[in-house]
C-alpha cells in the first residue's frame, strides 16, 4: 500500500507539471509563437526609441549634409516611419460564386503572391519612398509566401483583402503600375473573374511604420572539401558552353 500510495502521489505531480509545458497542437503552438513574437516586436520598439532619442542628442554637432545622408538611409532602410504623399492599392479575391468563363479555375479567382509582388516592384521603379504592405514596412531584402489565400509576412498571417501603401509622388506611381506589364495582366483577369483591383490617391498624408523585422542577412555555404557537382569537370562545363552558343545544346 505504501509503495502504490508512493507512485500515485508521483503520477499526480507529473500529471500537474504537464499542464504547464508547451501545448502539442499545431495551433497552440502558433498561438505561442505568435504572442512571443509580439512580445519581441514591442522589445525591439523600445530599444529602437532609445536609439532615436540618443540618435537625436548627438544631431546637433553633425553637419547638414551628413544628417541629410543619415536621414536618407534611415527611409531608405526602413529605420525610422515616414508620413507623406502617396497611394494604396488594394488587391482582393474574386467572388467564388462570380460568373465566370469556362476553363478557369479556383486559381484564377486568387490574388497569388507574384500579383503582389509585382505591384510592390512597379511602385519601387516609380520612385517609392517607403512602402507597406498590410501593417508592415517593406523594405529592399522583405519576403513573403502566400500559401492558398493567405499571406505570410515576417511570421504574421494576413487574409485578403491585401493592401499596398506606397508614398512617394502620386502621379509617379500611377505611372508606374500604368506602364508594368505584371500589373497589366493582373488587372486584365479583374475584368474577367471579378479579382479585386482598387487605387486611391488619398489627399491627406499617408503613414507607413517603421521597419521591425530582422536585417541581418544569412547564407547557405557548402562544407569544405564537398564535392558540389560530382563528374563534372571544366572540360566538360567549356563544352556545355560552346553546345548552347551554337544553338544545339
Known amino acids: ?142 519576403a513573403f509566401q502566400c500559401i492558398g489565400n493567405v499571406l505570410s509576412l515576417q511570421g504574421r498571417r494576413y487574409s485578403p483583402p491585401y493592401v499596398v501603401t506606397a508614398v512617394g509622388d502620386p502621379a509617379e506611381l500611377l505611372s508606374a503600375l500604368d506602364a508594368d506589364p505584371a500589373v497589366r495582366a493582373y488587372r486584365s483577369w479583374v475584368d474577367v473573374v471579378g479579382l479585386g483591383w482598387e487605387v486611391s490617391r488619398p489627399t491627406t498624408d499617408l503613414d507607413v511604420p517603421a521597419y521591425d523585422g530582422a536585417v541581418d542577412m544569412r547564407y547557405a555555404s557548402v562544407p569544405p572539401g564537398t564535392e558540389v557537382l560530382p563528374g563534372l569537370v571544366s572540360g566538360d562545363s567549356t563544352a556545355t558552353q560552346a553546345r548552347r552558343e551554337d544553338g544545339r545544346g
Open 1 to 142: 500500500m505504501a509503495l502504490a500510495g508512493a507512485l500515485f502521489t508521483a503520477n499526480a505531480r507529473i500529471s500537474r507539471g504537464t499542464d504547464a509545458r508547451q501545448p502539442q497542437d499545431l495551433a497552440g503552438l502558433q498561438t505561442n509563437e505568435d504572442a512571443r513574437r509580439e512580445r519581441l516586436a514591442d522589445r525591439v520598439a523600445d530599444l529602437r526609441s532609445q536609439v532615436d532619442a540618443l540618435t537625436e542628442e548627438q544631431t546637433g554637432t553633425v553637419g547638414l549634409e551628413w544628417q541629410t545622408a543619415g536621414q536618407a538611409y534611415d527611409i531608405a532602410s526602413g529605420k525610422v516611419a515616414v508620413s507623406g504623399r502617396g497611394i494604396t492599392v488594394t488587391l482582393d479575391d474574386a467572388p467564388a460564386d462570380g460568373p465566370r468563363p469556362a476553363g478557369t479555375g479556383p486559381d484564377d479567382l486568387v490574388v497569388h503572391q507574384q500579383d503582389l509582388q509585382a505591384v510592390i516592384n512597379a511602385l519601387w521603379a516609380g520612385g517609392a519612398e517607403a512602402m507597406a504592405l498590410m501593417d508592415q514596412r517593406v523594405i529592399s531584402t522583405s
